[in-house]
């Protein structure tokens, strides 16, 4: 350090003890350490300080703090599905859809009943038989293959019957030809009741035979004919070209007209 330096630095220091003594407030000032707190103490802070004052004064009371949670953040796994409640109401009856296609044809139906009863009503039919017939059984079904008249498709081709579906009352007619040197016995049915008898005893000339009555006819009643062989040789007779069996009906009366 050069002697200049120190030189200036003495000087200064001792003015300043100078001008210090020749205070009239001079004093001298010592400096020591003062204990604050112990090892185990904490300096109070400026809010705690103003808490405790608060407390012992109660023209400041305490504000009642009452913490929230987010229920939010604290989702937990998923759980299972529940039970199916109970259905709720009806909603209301949506729009019309739109028109479908068009199904497949059906077959064609039975014959129904007649319509309304202030309608006047009929029925009829007229059927042949081009084959000859001989007996082979006790009782024989007499079936028809040509149809002259078969109103409303009352009479069945397939069975050979006439089945009612206006109630009332009708005439039945049945006309053969007899076979020369055979028996001819028929039957008119009423459901599984003969009626009427058509009779022709064997003879070597073949003879047209006629039978026809009125029967009353309840709806779903049939009437048919039916062979019946005894101990000789029962046939009826005709031919492809020409027919001599025909079985004829219609109605005279309805119960209700």
């Known amino acids: 350090m050069s002697p200049l330096f120190l030189m200036l630095l003495v000087s200064t220091v001792n003015a300043g003890v100078l001008l ?4 009239p ?6 400096l020591s350490c003062v204990r604050c707190c112990g090892p185990s ?11 405790a004052r608060m407390m012992k004064d109660p023209i400041y009371p305490m504000p009642m703090v009452k913490p929230t949670i987010d229920i939010t953040i604290l989702k937990g796994e998923k759980g299972e599905i529940g039970s199916r409640g109970t259905s709720g109401a009806g909603g209301k009856v949506g729009a019309r859809g739109p028109r479908g296609n068009n199904g497949v044809k059906g077959q064609k139906g039975h014959v129904g009943p007649p319509g309304n009863s202030c309608k006047q009503h009929y029925a009829a039919f007229s059927v042949g038989r081009r084959k000859p017939l001989h007996s082979s059984d006790y009782f024989q079904h007499v079936t028809f293959d040509t149809e002259f008249v078969n109103l409303y498709k009352h009479f069945s081709m397939f069975t050979g019957k006439f089945f009612c579906y206006v109630p009332g009352i ?3 007619n049945l006309n053969v030809h007899t076979w020369n040197y055979k ?3 028929l039957h008119i049915m009423h459901n599984d009741q003969e009626v009427a008898i058509l009779y022709s005893q064997p003879s070597e000339r073949s003879i047209m035979q006629s039978q026809s009555l009125m029967l009353d ?8 004919v039916r062979m019946f062989k005894r101990e000789r040789e029962n046939a009826i ?3 492809e070209s020409d027919i001599y069996i025909i079985f004829n009906g219609h109605l005279i009366k309805p119960d209700v007209e």
């Not at 006819?217 to 048919?224: I, S």
Request: charged content about 35%; overall charge negative.
């Open 25 to 30: 407030r001079w004093e001298i000032r010592r």
């Open 217 to 224: 006819l309840q709806e779903g009643d049939e009437v048919w």
């Open 170 to 172: 009708y005439f039945i």
């Open 237 to 239: 007779y005709s031919e």
């Open 41 to 51: 103490e904490q300096p109070s802070s400026v809010t705690s300080s103003r808490y």
């Open 20 to 23: 210090e003594k020749s205070s």
């Open 183 to 185: 028996e001819t016995y």
